[in-house]
């Protein structure tokens, strides 16, 4: 079964660090980009990071910049998202997803067809 | 950056009935860009639709998309319990990498 698996997830105070890791089972890991993407508590979806396959082309949102970095070990089948000066926003569930390529014509384009179930980060004193 | 907008915010349907959802941009986007997801409380994102028309491995035939532009549209013919969610509309390209919009709940009238 194709799985994605968050953990790392819970309770840190306002200016603390968090670091997720996503496992992937099932799936061939290294050929993918894969993205870290959020979900506020009642609110809508938010793409946050991006990282290539050979982890040579990684973007973040303007709202994680600075102070989020994503990285993969793909010997570990593994995904992660180092988290520092955490703020009360970011108290989100976090999902890890697979990006697939695809060209329709000459576009060539992402879109994220596997998904964790997600891991809840509450930033909160 | 371009902003993705869509309407109605909550539409209230029956099962059998046609939905027709929509998702505007704020600047033209290649349709090729443009992907569909649909969320279950309490569950992960579920790809629909990319490419704005091509359905995702395993979605029937009653989901349906379409538009180019700014304007696209999502349409399930015949409304099946399960597809009572909610629905984002996401755009591929530029800066941010992703945008979603703020999403559709289908909900049972």
């Known amino acids: 079964e194709v799985q994605l698996v968050e953990s790392g997830g819970g309770l840190v105070q306002p200016g603390g660090s968090l670091r997720l890791s996503c496992a992937a089972s099932g799936l061939t890991f290294s050929p993918y980009s894969m993205n870290w993407v959020r979900q506020a508590p009642g609110k809508g979806l938010e793409w946050i990071s991006y990282?290539?396959?050979?982890?040579?082309?990684?973007y973040y949102a303007d709202s994680v910049k600075g102070r989020f970095t994503i990285s993969r070990d793909n010997a570990k089948n593994s995904l992660y998202l180092q988290m520092n000066s955490l703020r009360a926003e970011d108290t989100a569930t976090y999902f890890c997803?697979?990006?697939?390529?695809?060209?329709?014509?000459?576009?060539?384009?992402?879109?994220?067809?596997?998904w964790g179930k997600g891991t809840t980060v509450t930033v909160s004193s | 950056e371009i902003v993705l907008t869509q309407s109605p915010g909550t539409l209230s349907l029956s099962p059998g009935e046609r939905a027709t959802l929509s998702c505007r941009a704020s600047?033209?986007?290649?349709?090729?860009?443009l992907a569909w997801y649909q969320q279950k409380p309490g569950q992960a994102p579920r790809l629909l639709m990319y490419?704005?028309?091509n359905r995702a491995t395993g979605i029937p035939d009653r989901f349906s998309g379409s538009g180019s532009g700014t304007d696209f549209t999502l349409t399930i013919s015949r409304l099946e319990p399960e597809d009572f969610a909610v629905y984002y509309c996401?755009?591929?390209?530029?800066?941010?990498?992703?945008?979603f919009g703020p999403g559709t709940k289908v909900d049972i009238k």
């Open positions: 996401q755009k591929y390209g530029s800066s941010p990498l992703f945008t």
């Open positions: 990282i290539s396959s050979r982890s040579d082309t990684i």
């Open positions: 600047q033209s986007v290649d349709s090729s860009y």
């Open positions: 997803a697979r990006a697939t390529p695809g060209h329709i014509g000459p576009y060539y384009f992402y879109y994220m067809d596997v």
């Open positions: 490419g704005a028309s």
